[in-house]
C-alpha cells in the first residue's frame, strides 16, 4: 500500500512572522501516524525558518522550483544542491503557474527533473490541462505529451524516484474542484500510461490530487484507489484547515 503524501505549496505568501507561526502551529498540532507523510513549501527565502521549526520532527519540507543548472551565472536561480544545504526534501517541478507565467516547457520540466535527482531530491512534478484543453477533450493528450516527455528525456526509472501531481489547472484558484470520479479517472490514466513503460513503477508512484483540495472534500477524494494525497495550495496557509487534510487520509 502506498503511504499517503500531503504537501503544501505556499507559492508566493506571507511574512517571516506569519510563516514562523503557521509552521510552529503544524508542528504542535500534527500527530504522526506512518499512513501519511507530510510535506510543507515555502517561499525560497522562507527555507531556513521551515529547517529550523521542522528539523527533528516527522514533517519535511521543500523547494517551489529548482534551476535546471547546477550552478552558474543565472541570477535568481535557485541550485538542487541549495535546497539540499536546508534540508529540503522535495521540490515541485513544473507546476502550472511555472508552465504559463514563465513558459516552462515540457522538456524544460524534464532537465529540472534531472537536475533535482542528481542531488536526491524528490521531485512533486505537476501535470495538467487547462480549462480550454478540457472543453476540447484533449485532456489525455495533454498529460500523455507531458509524461513522455519526462520519459523520453529521463527515462521511465526518474518517475519511480518522483512524484506526480494531477493539476486540473481550471480548479485552481477558481472555486472549482474535479469530482472524485472525474479526479479518479485522470489519475488512473496517468498510471496506465506509465504502466505502459514500467509496471513495477505504475503500481508504486504516488498519484496527488493537486485541484483545490479542502477539508470539505479531502476525504472522498483520498478515498479513491489512484489518489494518492494532496498538492495543497490555499488550504496550507491555514494550519487547521490544512491538518484537517492530513487526517481526511486516516
Avoid at 490514466?189 to 493537486?210: D, P, Q, T, V
Amino acid at each position: 500500500m502506498r503511504p499517503k503524501l500531503i504537501a503544501g505549496n505556499w507559492k508566493m505568501n506571507g511574512s517571516l512572522n506569519s510563516m514562523r507561526s503557521l509552521l510552529s502551529e503544524i508542528k504542535t498540532k500534527f500527530i504522526y501516524t506512518p499512513a501519511i507523510e507530510v510535506a510543507v513549501c515555502p517561499p525560497a527565502v522562507f527555507i531556513p525558518e521551515a529547517q529550523s521549526v521542522l528539523q527533528g520532527t516527522n514533517i519535511a519540507w521543500g523547494g517551489q522550483d529548482i534551476s535546471e543548472h547546477d550552478f552558474g551565472a543565472y541570477t535568481g536561480d535557485i541550485s538542487g544542491s541549495m535546497l539540499v544545504e536546508f534540508g529540503c526534501k522535495y521540490v515541485i517541478i513544473g507546476h502550472s503557474e511555472r508552465r504559463f507565467y514563465h513558459n516552462e516547457s515540457d522538456q524544460l520540466t524534464a532537465k529540472k527533473i534531472a537536475t533535482a535527482l542528481k542531488v536526491k531530491l524528490i521531485p512533486i512534478v505537476c501535470v495538467g490541462e487547462t480549462l480550454e484543453q478540457r472543453e476540447h477533450g484533449i485532456t489525455e493528450n495533454i498529460i500523455s505529451q507531458q509524461i513522455d516527455a519526462i520519459i523520453q528525456q529521463n527515462g521511465v526509472e526518474s518517475l519511480g524516484k518522483s512524484i506526480i501531481a494531477y493539476e486540473p489547472v481550471w480548479a485552481i484558484g477558481t472555486g472549482r474542484t474535479a469530482t472524485p470520479n472525474q479526479a479518479q479517472e485522470i489519475h488512473a490514466f496517468i498510471r496506465n500510461r506509465i504502466a505502459k513503460h514500467s509496471l513495477e513503477i505504475a503500481n508504486s508512484i504516488k498519484i496527488l490530487y493537486g485541484g483545490s483540495m479542502k477539508p470539505t472534500n479531502a476525504k472522498e477524494l483520498l478515498a479513491k484507489s489512484d489518489i494518492d494525497g494532496g498538492l495543497i495550495g490555499g488550504a496550507s496557509l491555514d494550519a487547521q484547515d490544512f491538518l484537517a487534510i492530513c487526517t481526511a487520509t486516516v
